[in-house]
């Protein structure tokens, strides 16, 4: 059964290797991977890349065009049963593909994911991505948490997983990335999978492996959760057109939450930098901050 890994990548030459190499050592020999180079500024290392594998196939965008666009273009090229999204900062266990595609055949799943390890620039392990998993559900005996879309709307938290898909369930309904977000599109696509029907199960086992890089996508808190909020506000919108008003309650609490996180980001992350001028300016634009502020003093005056 042929397994198509996609690695979208921009400037990656640090790290791109090891995650082509961590999809490559998988003991699922049965594999392709394509890259998909979202106009580098080097591009050198991809030819030596390339010749070391015949499964690796790369394809070079004129222009940069952002993550969700290269996902798609990897997307149309897969021809594996199962399309694995990787990362290009990241790496996997060699188990990782073999444990889960396990469980997904057994209990008919067309999406699966699993916890994470976030580590540091050095690989270490700094910690769990999901330390409490019981707020997705329990496990049930064909050992998966299985997320339906109530539990994805109360917890936009699961876009940060990078799931393996059943590319029938794609092509099938017509699920892609959706480039108009910047930030978000992670979520927005496994919304867009559960709300067509796909079955979606959760592992809570860390075979996946997230570098936090300062400067990366997901280090820039206030644009991120700004873009959030725009992505929880069209799924809302697309339920009102569906006549899901029910479902407004967990929107209505996630967007509320967003914007929590995002009045602390604008006020924290410039006091981080030592940029109080701007911290300042965010502490009367965000007025939600001081409603946290006794909450988090405590945690303030420690990162002083």
């Known amino acids: 059964m042929l397994t198509s890994f996609i690695i979208p990548c921009f400037n990656a030459q640090r790290t791109l290797k090891r995650a082509i190499q961590s999809a490559l050592t998988d003991r699922n020999n049965d594999i392709e991977v394509i890259v998909i180079d979202d106009a580098s ?20 965008q004129t222009r ?29 266990a060699p188990s990782r593909l073999e444990k889960l595609l396990t469980v ?25 991505r999901f330390e409490n998993v019981s707020r997705f ?12 879309l109530e539990r994805i709307l109360q917890n936009p938290g699961v876009g940060i997983l990078q799931p393996i898909i059943r590319r029938k369930a794609l092509l099938e309904n017509g ?25 979606l199960g959760f592992v809570d086992e860390p075979l996946y492996y997230a570098e936090l890089v300062e400067g990366s996508l997901t280090s820039k808190r206030v644009p ?5 909020i725009d992505v929880l506000n069209s799924i809302k919108e697309d339920l009102s057109r569906e006549g899901e008003r029910n479902l407004h309650q967990h929107v209505d609490q996630a967007i509320k939450n967003c914007k929590r996180t995002l009045a602390y980001g604008a006020v924290v992350d410039p006091l981080k930098r030592k940029q109080y001028l701007q911290a300042f300016k965010a502490m009367l634009e965000y007025p939600q901050f001081w409603t946290q502020l006794p909450g988090r003093l405590a945690s303030l005056i420690h990162r002083r």
């Not at 057994?106 to 540091?120: E, R």
């Not at 699920?175 to 796909?198: N, Q």
């Not at 991120?224 to 959030?228: A, D, I, P, T, V």
């Open 64 to 92: 940069n065009a952002g993550p969700s666009v290269c996902r798609n273009i990897g997307i149309e090229a897969a021809k594996g049963e199962w399309i694995v999204i990787l990362d290009a900062d990241d790496w996997i």
């Open 104 to 128: 997904a055949e057994h209990a008919n799943l067309d999406v699966i994911a699993d916890n994470q390890w976030v580590v540091n620039q050095h690989g270490q392990k700094i910690r769990k």
């Open 175 to 199: 699920i892609r990335y959706r480039p108009e977000f910047k930030y978000g599109e992670d979520y927005r696509f496994i919304y867009d999978l559960v709300r067509s029907g796909a079955k």
């Open 137 to 148: 559900g329990v496990a049930s005996d064909d050992g998966c948490i299985h997320l339906g």
């Open 224 to 228: 991120m959760y700004s873009g959030m």
């Open 41 to 60: 500024t080097n591009r050198l290392h991809f030819s030596t890349l390339q010749a070391n594998d015949t499964r690796v196939r790369i394809h070079y």
